[in-house]
């Protein structure tokens, strides 16, 4: 039997085209593993009224190790209106797979990296004072509260009374108490002590062992007091048990401005989850943009490792697909540290960057092309070709 076995879960779009080159480069660089095929995304949404079936539920709380490629997710009336006929009135709401996933895991520390690969040409370049430019190494690793925040799921439209008379009992709702219900839409940002002090103590144990000196925590307390106040709290205690590591702060609007002046400066970046969101691509933007930007959402039993682009369904079906997997095999990599295979992940993350520094292969985005069935005949790889060029720095 193989030592480990991974759930993939491709889902939708280019989640489907994107996973199995991952699963070849798993698989070549020889990780002892089984792979488990599961249902994600929007059909099981069309046509069983849920996106995340019980049946990959049990298969990742028996397996612990998911591989997820991505997911097509839409608002609340589009996806009402997709709903198979013979499911509708039946009390189905559409919910995102991969959020309901991390809920139910506690899947609630998600990493990010976003390392630049000298030779890119999709890295982040300034010019200096002379007039000539350069190009900073970027090594920012985003750490991510994945579970609570604005992503909770706790809003309503048109909220009902014992939740309107709750927020009537703060003397700040009384601009919006004479607002009809059905104009009035209240979503809660919910941050618990708990679960800062883990992803705090998470980011800071991590720096410690890569050597970063600074964990920055992004948020936005002059504004969102109680909440972004209880994170900047409690990373003021948990520094203390990491003397060695300074401790920054930073708010979310002022991080974007300073990111694309300074970027080296920042290492670990810690932010509840929709600033996370937002800086995590924001500083995968300087490294390549979302072909390069990988992620892990990591609990304290399973683990799932995805790429962060979305599935981009114009491009699912183009024959040879053009979409670049490199997003999807570094996030495999994270997959190879997690369980303690640190030497075959560097082999990995040194193949993708053997690929990207000789720049003899580029998949369209590496190339600025528009995406479409020309973009092969301009010159870019293909999804395929660049898997094997990676292979290829494997064998």
């Known amino acids: 039997m193989a030592r480990y076995t991974v759930v993939t879960m491709p889902g939708d779009g280019i989640g489907k085209v994107v996973t199995p080159e991952a699963v070849r480069v798993l ?27 019980d049946r990959t539920i049990e298969l990742l709380a028996k397996h612990k190790l998911g591989l997820f490629g991505a997911i097509t997710s839409k608002p609340k009336a589009e996806a009402a209106a997709e709903l198979s006929l013979k499911l509708r009135g039946k009390g189905f709401s559409y919910f995102s797979p991969i959020v309901a996933m991390r809920q139910r895991f506690n899947l609630d520390i998600c990493i990010r990296p976003c390392r630049s690969f000298a030779g890119n040409p999709l890295n982040f370049v300034r010019q200096k ?16 509260q994945n579970t609570e925040g604005l992503y909770a799921g706790v809003e309503w439209t048109n909220p009902p009374e ?29 941050i618990t002590r708990p679960a800062c002090r883990r992803i705090l ?19 936005k307390p002059n504004v969102l007091r109680e909440t972004s106040g209880m994170v900047e709290e409690e990373a003021k205690q948990v520094q203390k048990e990491f003397s060695e590591i300074a401790l920054w702060s930073t708010n979310i609007d ?7 002046k300074n970027p080296e400066d920042y290492g670990v970046v810690v932010a509840t989850n929709l600033f996370g969101d ?33 599935s981009a369904p114009k491009y699912a079906e183009l024959d040879p697909p053009i979409v670049n997997p490199i997003a999807t095999i570094l996030s495999a990599a994270m997959l190879l540290d997690h369980v303690g295979e ?8 040194d193949a993708v960057a053997a690929v990207v520094r000789e720049g003899k292969v580029r998949t369209y985005d590496m190339m600025r092309l528009t ?16 898997t094997d060029a990676i292979l290829s720095h494997l064998l």
Request: with cysteine.
């Open 129 to 144: 004072k002379e007039g000539s430019f350069e190009e900073p190494l970027v090594n920012a690793v985003i750490f991510r």
């Open 162 to 190: 014992d939740v309107r008379r709750a927020l009537a009992s703060h003397p700040k709702f009384k601009p919006f108490a004479a607002v009809a219900g059905e104009d009035l839409a209240v979503s809660v940002r919910i």
């Open 201 to 219: 103590r998470a980011a800071f144990a991590y720096a410690r062992k890569f050597g970063y000196r600074s964990v920055t925590v992004c948020e």
């Open 342 to 349: 640190e030497a075959k992940a560097r082999q990995v993350r």
């Open 27 to 53: 698989k070549a660089v020889g990780f002892d593993a089984d792979y488990v095929h599961a249902d994600i995304g929007w059909d099981f949404w069309v046509n069983e009224g849920n996106a995340l079936p």
């Open 278 to 310: 937002v800086a995590s691509d924001a500083f995968a933007g300087l490294v390549g943009g979302l072909g390069f930007a990988c992620s892990g959402n990591i609990g304290d039993a399973v683990a799932v490792f995805e790429p962060t682009h979305g």
């Open 371 to 386: 995406g479409g069935p020309k973009a092969i005949a301009q010159g870019a790889a293909s999804t395929f070709q660049m």
């Open 254 to 260: 002022a991080q974007m401005m300073w990111l694309t």
